[in-house]
């Protein structure tokens, strides 16, 4: 089992940056793929970024490369997403997700993670 809490969501204008922390805890014996995923209402929840856990390996979603940085420091237990640029259409709630079976990057597909956080809101307006 593996739980995970997110933070660090907030409302900031269009062009501002967040940083998101997913704090991780439980029986981790092996390197999950750890990512982040986002979900506005009435829409799919669509994956952004992606690593195992360990690594410097990181895959990302077409719409968010160049703007997005997923990182980690194992020693906290902890994954970041760094959030830059951020637009309008940005605004969504964003969840932490990891599976010790999902080829990171190979799918977006939140029905491949199997461990879910509670989301965190991040809101930009323009």
């Known amino acids: 089992q593996v739980q995970l809490m997110e933070s660090g969501g907030d409302s900031v204008q269009a062009g501002g940056s967040l940083r998101l922390s997913c704090a991780a805890s439980?029986?981790?014996?092996?390197?999950?793929?750890m990512g982040w995923f986002r979900q506005v209402p009435g829409k799919e929840r669509e994956g952004v970024a992606a690593?195992?856990?360990?690594?410097?390996?990181?895959y990302y979603a077409d719409s968010v490369e160049g703007r997005f940085t997923i990182s980690q420091d194992n020693s906290k237990n902890t994954l970041y997403l760094q959030l830059n640029n951020l637009k309008p259409e940005d605004t969504a709630m964003y969840y932490c997700?990891?599976?010790?079976?999902?080829?990171?990057?190979?799918?977006?597909?939140?029905?491949?993670?199997?461990?879910w956080g509670q989301g965190t809101q991040v809101t930009v307006s323009s």
């Open positions: 690593m195992y856990s360990g690594t410097d390996s990181t």
């Open positions: 997700a990891a599976d010790f079976r999902v080829l990171c990057g190979g799918t977006w597909s939140k029905d491949a993670f199997k461990f």
């Open positions: 439980g029986h981790t014996y092996a390197r999950p793929c």
